[in-house]
């Protein structure tokens, strides 16, 4: 937790250099700068399951300060080792390729969407950003067995529970008192959100989804990820993510560490033709995803 600067410091004798090295130890903990609402109309329909990345992302990103800086972090950063340091965002795509500022860029996007989920509604154990890049890992993983696109897969289970940011938003300590109550019981905390609101965090993310023109493949995955049934010809991608949910949290990455990881569901297993021990054959390969994915965003130490 980042405390406020020289807060339990006031009115000791501490000397300049350390309230230097205070600060910029709290700015490195500072996520992503988040995009200017200005910019996302035209970000978004960048990342349609039918657009390779184009030079046109990086035209997007130029103009925006916040996601100038991320990019040029994380090219920056130790995991791509380039010797020397971009300092534009046409270096950054020459170095990285556009498929990789893809990558970013769609992480950075939901970084500040999904973290505000853990800073506004603080429930030890719970971690929205880890598990959310976990689930993207492994449904890149699950995709890649099922003969689909791994990006898109990549994207659509990082994205799955940003319905839980809303609730966060709107019912923040109901929202609480229900995670935590949902540790002691049988129920999944989807079907309590049901019960309580008559629609959970699957339903919201799909609206969410839906006003801001996603793809209608990922609007799908994202709002049938628990319930996985309709008639939609996208309810694979839902099956994929439904599956990469119980994954991420089989490997130790779930929404809320201190509760129960529920089985995936049935209808997801029969739809990727998979079993629960062909999914756990999987987890190595979604291990050593997800630490690739993570390496950018972990800082030098
Ligand atoms: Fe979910
Ligand atoms: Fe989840």
């Given at each position: 937790m ?8 006031a ?16 700015l ?17 329909p ?6 390779s ?7 997007v ?15 920056n950063?130790a ?17 990285l390729?556009?498929k990789?500022?893809?990558?970013i ?7 500040p969407?999904l973290?505000a989920?853990v800073h ?34 990549f994207t ?5 529970d ?12 109901d ?7 949902a ?6 905390l989807h079907?309590?959100?049901a019960q309580k ?12 989804l839906k ?6 493949n990922?609007r ?11 008639t ?6 839902a099956a994929?993510?439904?599956l ?7 490997i ?23 079993s ?26």
């Amino acid at each position: 937790m980042i405390e406020p600067i020289g807060s339990e410091r006031a009115g000791q004798n501490v000397d300049s250099n350390e309230h230097m090295s205070t600060l910029a130890e709290q700015l490195e903990q500072i996520p992503f700068f988040p995009p200017a609402v200005q910019v996302i109309p035209r970000l978004l329909p960048l990342f349609g399951n039918d657009k390779s990345p184009t030079d046109e992302l990086a035209e997007v990103v130029r103009v925006d300060s916040g996601l100038t800086a991320d990019i040029l972090r994380v090219c920056n950063s130790a995991a791509f080792g380039f010797q020397m340091r971009a300092q534009t965002i046409q270096d950054a795509a020459l170095r990285l390729g556009m498929k990789e500022m893809y990558k970013i860029t769609s992480k950075v996007i939901a970084e500040p969407i999904l973290g505000a989920g853990v800073h506004q509604v603080p429930v030890d154990g719970v971690d929205l950003w880890h598990h959310s890049l976990a689930t993207g890992s492994a449904s890149a993983i699950i995709a890649e067995a099922m003969g689909t696109d791994m990006e898109i897969g990549f994207t659509i289970g990082l994205l799955h529970d940003i319905g839980k940011v809303r609730l966060v938003q709107t019912v923040g300590s109901d929202y609480r008192e229900m995670i935590i109550a949902a540790r002691g019981g049988a129920e999944p905390l989807h079907s309590m959100e049901a019960q309580k609101w008559g629609l959970d965090h699957a339903v919201i993310g799909g609206q969410l989804l839906k006003r801001w023109n996603f793809p209608e493949n990922m609007r799908d995955a994202v709002l049938l990820h628990h319930s996985v049934m309709g008639t939609t010809p996208n309810l694979d991608f839902a099956a994929q993510v439904n599956l990469a949910d119980y994954l991420a949290g089989a490997i130790g990455l779930p929404y809320d560490r201190l509760g129960p990881v529920h089985p995936p569901n049935p209808r997801a297993l029969h739809l990727a033709n998979m079993s629960v021990e062909d999914l756990h054959k999987l987890a190595p390969r979604v291990i050593e995803h997800f630490n690739r994915e993570q390496a950018p965003f972990v800082e030098r130490g």
